[in-house]
T-cell receptor, first 112, second 119 residues
């Protein structure tokens, strides 16, 4: 699975959009980009995933660049409950275990 | 409600004792997983199961054992052979192990976790 790079931490004002970037320059053609978040002492929560088209669901939007080497998770109206560690994961392709490889992620702090 | 449950939420164990962590799902998922998380670290795969009566070792299986006798249940036993068992244990499930021709069916959903402390 391709390696991802994310900023260590970010701040966002409550009610504003939170844009979380992720670099995955070695992604292969059949690998998907997944986003999870983990609130302190809870299990990771699935947010969204995509291959090459932009995706939107009730939680967030995922923008993937045309060359697929980077992506951005957008929380349109961040609330205090969105404070968490956000993980960008690339998986699929030749993986035969199904395991998720969580890096260090981005700690998003939403401030009042 | 559909979902994944883990019990207990907190577990304390004396050194030398085996302990079993419960994981149940009612999502009708075929695949289930166990991960371990240490403070400030990412998740590491312990065991996974693609289907009932089948399971495979992950990256850190030593000192752990599992069973998959029922589709909805995947208990994890932490044995006395596990040298550093204190950690946060997470169970997950997905419809399939690999998406292959069905994109998204390998999306993993996690339980709330069990925090194990060895005294």
């Amino acid at each position: 699975d391709a390696k991802t790079t994310q900023p260590t931490s970010m701040d966002c004002a409550e009610g504003r959009a939170a844009n979380l970037p992720c670099n995955h320059s070695t992604i292969s053609g059949n690998e998907y980009v997944y986003w999870y978040r983990q609130i302190h002492s809870q299990g990771p929560q699935y947010i969204i995933h995509g291959l090459k088209n932009n995706e939107t669901n009730e939680m967030a939007s995922l923008i993937i660049t045309e060359d697929r080497k980077s992506s951005t998770l957008i929380l349109p109206h961040a609330t205090l409950r969105d404070t968490a560690v956000y993980y960008c994961i690339v998986r699929g392709g030749s993986s035969n275990t199904g395991k998720l490889i969580f890096g260090q992620g981005t700690t998003l702090q939403v401030k009042p | 409600d559909g979902g994944i449950t883990q019990s207990p939420k907190y577990l304390f164990r004396k050194e030398g004792q085996n302990v079993t962590l419960s994981c149940e799902q009612n999502l009708n998922h075929d695949a289930m997983y166990w991960y371990r998380q240490d403070p400030g670290q990412g998740l590491r795969l312990i065991y996974y199961s693609q289907i009932v009566n089948d399971f495979q070792k992950g990256d850190i299986a030593e000192g752990y054992s599992v069973s998959r006798e029922k589709k909805e249940s995947f208990p994890l036993t932490v044995t006395s052979a596990q040298k550093n068992p204190t950690a946060f244990y997470l169970c997950a499930s997905s419809l399939r192990l690999l998406a292959e021709l069905f994109p998204g069916t390998d999306t993993q959903y996690f339980g709330p976790g069990t925090r194990l402390t060895v005294l």
